[in-house]
């Protein structure tokens, strides 16, 4: 690693691999550092290198107790609420998205592509009014990826993706039996017809098998940053096939940009745009993991906020 990047007490370690191998710039980092832990100037303008590298620390310690205590008060508010009432009286169960065989010419070309009316009006008005309430939402723990995610499906094994059945998937993710409207949609979700569905976008003449790997809700606001960054290594020898959907719920329209619309770039730092949403209403922007495409969020802004649910879909 570079002897400059060594030297910044603002790079901790554990990110030199996500430089090397992601691609994250250290520049959008440091900045991404700053905006986390809010360093106050007087820190950062030290020029004596061992006292402002033992304060930063000292401010990383605390900050990351504060957002813990936070934390544990969203936790056992969420644990409090013990069924959400207002999905008992309505438990819509007809999830539609479009059909999206008209896209995959887009998205053979140009590797990605951005769907307007993701959702059936239904859908979409059910999803909206039954998105659960910050507390079941951790606070972000990482300044390159500042926001909070939540209602985490990961399963990366091929093998358990082919043989669980949908029940049993569900079944590992935290508090989905709560909301029973968002059970149906990951039931939904993970389904064989809604990954023939979004499998249209390639072209899927061999008939491969693919399924949903990874679903969960994010909710984003002020301040929130995801660096622009790569999914897959950078050296992309054995790796497999995969689509990322990242479907926006909400957001504030009259300003996309800082409202958290994930953009796709062609550097790492913002420069130079290749595609940014400019509607986050019931929209999705697809795209392959497998072309080197950097994607990420610039710091939100001020009464900007965001939700979406964000999908992955591997070939296995
Ligand atoms: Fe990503």
Redesign the pocket.
């Known amino acids: 690693m570079d002897s400059l990047i060594e030297k910044d007490p603002l790079i901790q370690k554990n990110i030199y691999i996500k430089i090397k191998n992601h691609g994250w710039s250290p520049e959008s980092y440091r900045k991404a550092e700053i905006n986390f832990y809010k360093f106050p100037k007087l820190i950062l303008n030290l020029n004596n290198l061992f006292l402002k590298s033992a304060l930063i620390y000292v401010y990383r310690k605390i900050f990351n107790q504060l957002r813990k205590v936070v934390n544990i008060k969203r936790k056992i508010f969420s644990k409090l609420n013990k069924l959400n009432k207002k999905n008992n009286s309505n438990n819509f169960n007809e999830f539609k998205i479009r059909d999206l065989s008209s896209y995959s010419k887009t998205f053979q070309e140009k590797g990605y592509c951005f769907v307007s009316n993701f959702f059936d009006e239904n859908s979409y008005k059910n999803l909206l009014g039954n998105w659960p309430n910050q507390n079941y939402f951790a606070l972000g723990e990482s300044p390159g990826k500042f926001y909070s995610f939540s209602f985490i499906f990961d399963m990366i094994d091929s093998n358990l993706l082919k043989q669980k059945s949908t029940d049993e998937k569900i079944k590992i993710v935290k508090n989905l039996n709560k909301f029973p409207i968002l059970e149906n949609f990951y039931k939904f979700i993970l389904s064989k017809n809604t990954s023939n569905n979004i499998t249209k976008v390639i072209n899927n003449s061999n008939n491969e098998i693919w399924n949903c790997c990874l679903t969960l809700l994010t909710h984003a606001k002020e301040e929130s940053f995801l660096i622009p ?1 790569m ?1 897959g290594y950078i050296q992309r020898e054995n790796v497999p096939k995969s689509i ?1 959907v990242g479907i926006f719920i909400d957001g504030n329209n009259e300003n996309p940009k800082g409202s958290g619309a994930l953009g796709l770039y062609e550097d790492n730092e913002f420069k130079k745009p290749i595609f940014i949403p400019e509607n986050l209403k019931n929209t999705a922007l697809i795209y392959d993991t497998q072309k080197t495409i950097y ?1 990420g969020f610039n710091f939100m802004e001020k009464n900007c906020y965001r939700k979406t649910i964000n999908l992955a879909f591997k070939q296995c």
């Open positions: 960054h999914d990322n994607h």
